[in-house]
Nanobody, 130 residues
Framework: QLQLAESGGGLVQPGGSLRLSCVAS????????IGWFRQAPGKEREGVSC???????RYVDSVKGRVTISRDNAKKVVYLEMSSLKPEDTAVYYC????????????????????????WGQGTQVTVSS
């Protein structure tokens, strides 16, 4: 079965840290861009960060300096390490995989992640609150 599974979410105080994991099953990550997205209650899903098949990385401005994305193709896992968390980071976090032959990923183009061969995980809840 081809799927992605996120884990690592939870409740954390403002200023705290979390590491999210996105594990792939049934396919190899090395030919895929991997993106992290989030969706807060009542808001549209938005991109957070992506790492391309060639390890080129993009972050949206709101998380730059606080988030690090990395991948381990051998373990079929992509991580999103988040620090200095704020209440506005509260959301369900999703990972997505998009097969591609190009070098760069675009975390701003949401439609791109729903084209071609692609997968989405079920999400993991991150709540930042005191």
């Amino acid at each position: 079965q081809l799927q992605l599974a996120e884990s690592g979410g939870g409740l954390v105080q403002p200023g705290g840290s979390l590491r999210l994991s996105c594990v792939a099953s049934g396919f190899n990550l090395h030919d895929y861009h991997i993106g992290w997205f989030r969706q807060a209650p009542g808001k549209e899903r938005e991109g957070v960060s992506c790492i391309s098949r060639d390890d080129n990385i993009r972050y949206v401005d709101s998380v730059k300096g606080r988030v690090t994305i990395s991948r381990d193709n051998a373990k079929k896992v992509v991580y999103l390490e988040m620090s200095s968390l704020k209440p506005e980071d509260t959301a369900v976090y999703y990972c997505a995989a998009r097969w591609t032959s190009v070098s760069l990923c675009d975390i701003q183009d949401y439609a791109y992640w729903n084209q071609g061969t692609h997968f989405w995980g079920q999400g993991t809840q991150v709540t930042v609150s005191s």
